[in-house]
């Protein structure tokens, strides 16, 4: 029943140790999204990709990348955490073209930094 | 870039109250989405309403595109419907990237 799935759910890394967040979907979505939500703020877009073009928001550090093997499945892999990257990590997705882009999102990963 | 502002930031109130929550966008726009954050902290979408009005059971939302604003009502609230309610905003055709407020962290004491 579940449409986007986030695995793990809880992620707990060390400083500066590479670390790799999971989703996936179930509804054939072509769009599909990673936000970042830190303690009591509201989530911000990370990037998104458009079917398999990668569109990267201009003030996403570069320690974060994506990868997107195929229609399902989308990750988020932070190359070198720091302590400013605990948060929690949403992904989302949306069908594009369609007059209601609703985005859906998944449980999130909430990633600790040692 | 697009502006938007919701309020209140925080509102208690008792079971049964009814509660009005109000985002501000400083655009136009063609995709605005409610939706609740619930405690263990999933975005649960309660309506997309770029325009119009729609109403799911106790939940109700209005937006008036051309005033910039958007209206959600919580009737006869319940202990379950605290959490954040958060106002979202998109202007791009195609891939929507949605642009949220700060949210309203609602308290529904029993």
């Known amino acids: 029943d579940a449409m986007v799935i986030q695995n793990p759910r809880y992620q707990v890394t060390q400083f500066g140790k590479p670390v790799t967040l999971s989703c996936s979907q179930t509804?054939?979505?072509?769009?599909m999204y990673w936000y970042q939500q830190k303690s009591s703020q509201a989530p911000k877009l990370l990037f998104h990709y458009y079917d398999k073009d990668f569109n990267n928001e201009a003030d996403t550090p570069d320690n974060f990348q994506s990868r997107r093997p195929n229609t399902s499945f989308c990750f988020l892999d932070i190359r070198s955490p720091g302590l400013g990257d605990a948060a929690m990590y949403l992904c989302a997705t949306s069908r594009a073209g369609h007059h209601t882009d609703t985005q859906y999102f998944g449980p999130g990963t909430r990633l600790t930094v040692l | 870039g697009i502006q938007v502002e919701q309020s209140p930031p925080d509102l208690i109130l008792q079971e049964g109250a009814n509660s009005t929550l109000r985002c501000n966008f400083s655009d136009s726009v063609n995709n605005l989405q409610w939706f609740h954050q619930n405690p263990w902290g999933q975005l649960i979408n309660l309506f997309y309403?770029?325009?119009g009005t729609k109403q799911n059971g106790r939940l109700s939302a209005t937006t008036v595109a051309t005033e910039r604003y958007s209206l959600l009502y919580i009737s006869s609230s319940q202990t379950t419907d605290s959490g954040v309610y958060f106002c979202?905003?998109?202007?791009?055709?195609?891939?929507?990237?949605?642009?949220f407020g700060q949210g309203t962290r609602l308290t529904i004491n029993p």
């Open positions: 509804l054939n979505h072509n769009v």
């Open positions: 309403i770029p325009s």
């Open positions: 979202a905003v998109g202007v791009s055709q195609g891939a929507q990237k949605l642009v």
